[in-house]
């Protein structure tokens, strides 16, 4: 596996509502049952050498709330990773900045939903963007890179420009911009959340319209294809028909490991696991009997997933999906991707079956 996403802690000090992990989190002092200690974690950084990983995605909870982050950290730099954390910026001081710039860390992904306190606050809590713009200052301050990134949802996907803007004027080295992603049998505010069909077209325009006015590579969106499902006859939509398979990274270019070892092949499919790095080596997973079916999902091509995508003249285009947020909501591994079921037709979720 080129690239991982490591999950070093299910611990925040923040409850935001869009988390898909908002039921499993836990206070920064309450260290969940499992969680890998010191010692274990700079054995997966071994392994993650081992196993001539590049990429490398550090993820919570809040790393920061770790005592030994920064331990861990030099480890991760010492390896030449390609490393980013994710990071909701609000623990970031001074003393935190100054590590970082020696750590030999990429970059830093700060989260934060707008471009003020007060629609930023709405869902990430009270005080949490002057808390994280402090930390991008100090970021900014010891030259250590970070991007933005944005979780665009029903309450603030008018503020896409703004945030543009904001990022750009904070000294970002570049935002991204991703869909909400639903998990309402986790989080009771997954429902309220959810994009409709209009804002989601309306964002993906805005997304649109901003990259032409904006340096090339400053914005990075999974809102990119969403416009094809408004354009049928355009080059994009007739020439996916020339791929017919399940279009998802699932087990093929990335793994998870999670909080207390086990490995997964996405993070939002947090019971599907392929292994333990404190029990087998993580370079040897992919050939474990139980990651056998994930190799099978490489093969297999929308016409075969499922009826529903069977019979829908998008199929090709659409490629099924996210197999994690498939999963999340139907747990099922073929199942349709009900968001792109909304932009394709304007169902919903209870006419979103496999």
């Known amino acids: 596996m080129r690239s991982m996403w490591w999950e070093v802690t299910t611990r925040c000090n923040l409850k935001c509502k869009h988390c898909y992990l908002h039921e499993e989190l836990k206070p920064p002092s309450a260290e969940p049952a499992g969680e890998l200690n010191t010692e274990e974690c700079m054995k997966v950084v071994d392994q993650l050498g081992e196993a001539n990983v590049f990429t490398l995605e550090v993820v919570g909870g809040e790393p920061f709330v770790r005592s030994d982050i920064m331990i861990i950290l ?18 970031i001081d001074e003393d935190t900045a100054r590590e ?14 707008g471009p003020d306190a007060e629609i930023n606050d709405a869902i990430r809590g009270k005080g949490s963007f002057k808390k994280a713009v402090q930390g991008i ?57 959810a994009l409709s069909r209009e804002g989601y077209f309306e964002a993906a325009r805005k997304v649109a319209e901003l990259k032409t006015e904006y340096p090339q590579k400053f914005i990075s969106s999974d809102f990119d294809t969403a416009l094809g499902f408004l354009s049928p006859e355009s080059e994009a939509v007739k020439n996916a028909k020339n791929n017919k398979l399940i279009r998802c990274s699932l087990g093929l270019s990335e793994l998870t490991i999670l909080y207390n070892g086990d490995v997964v092949p996405c993070p939002l499919m947090r019971d599907q696991v392929v292994g333990n790095v404190m029990e087998i080596p993580l370079s040897t997973i992919p050939d474990t ?29 659409c490629g099924g999906g996210c197999r994690g947020q498939a999963y999340i909501l139907y747990h099922d591994l073929l199942a349709p991707d009900p968001r792109k079921c909304l932009l394709a037709k304007g169902e919903g979720h209870d006419s979103t079956t496999a």
């Open 289 to 317: 009997p139980e990651f056998a079916v994930f190799k099978k999902l490489r093969n297999i091509t929308i016409d075969e997933a499922n009826e529903k995508c069977a019979a829908c003249e998008w199929k090709y285009f």
């Open 100 to 113: 970082l710039a020696d750590t030999g860390i990429r970059r830093l992904c700060v989260s934060l939903e």
């Open 137 to 193: 200052d100090y970021l900014r301050d010891f030259g250590v890179r970070f991007r933005i990134q944005m979780t665009v949802n029903s309450t603030n996907y008018t503020e896409i420009e703004k945030m543009v803007g904001f990022s750009s004027h904070v000294g970002a080295e570049d935002i991204s911009i991703i869909p909400n992603t639903e998990c309402p049998s986790s989080n009771p505010f997954s429902s309220s959340l």
């Open 74 to 91: 030099r480890g991760l730099g010492e390896k030449k990773f390609w490393t980013t954390i994710d990071t909701n910026g609000t623990l």
